[in-house]
């Protein structure tokens, strides 16, 4: 089973950027499909992107097309998030999350068995 652990969340003003990371342990990363999901208070969980495991494919939310960026390095079992442009609705908990799953644009929540604890991304006006 596999660990994960974001970092680099905080406080930013809007137009701001701000990039997230997603440690791995306990299991080899590129074994997995890799994606971040967010949530805002009083609203459901977000997909946000995801990545198949070889970094060959990308998908986006349409809420974040063109400002937010998802990579991986395998060979150092971490997953990023770059986001730029932000916005005060783009505010929430960021998680991260691991399918091994096969690849299908994974868009669900539910399709990643595995979650990290979350970072916080606040966005003022």
């Known amino acids: 089973q596999v660990n994960l652990v974001e970092s680099g969340g905080g406080l930013v003003q809007a137009g701001g950027s701000l990039r997230l990371s997603c440690a791995a342990s306990?299991?080899?990363?590129?074994?997995?499909?890799m994606g971040w999901i967010r949530q805002a208070p009083g609203k459901e969980r977000e997909f946000v992107a995801a990545i198949s495991w070889s970094g060959s494919s990308t998908i986006y939310a349409d809420s974040v097309k063109g400002r937010f960026t998802i990579s991986r390095d395998n060979a150092k079992n971490t997953v990023y998030l770059q986001m730029d442009s932000l916005k005060p609705e783009d505010t929430a908990v960021y998680y991260c999350?691991?399918?091994?799953?096969?690849?299908?644009?994974?868009?669900?929540?539910?399709?990643?068995?595995?979650w990290g604890q979350g970072t916080q991304v606040t966005v003022s006006s």
């Open positions: 999350a691991a399918s091994n799953r096969i690849w299908s644009g994974l868009t669900r929540g539910l399709e990643y068995p595995y």
């Open positions: 306990g299991g080899t990363l590129s074994s997995y499909h």
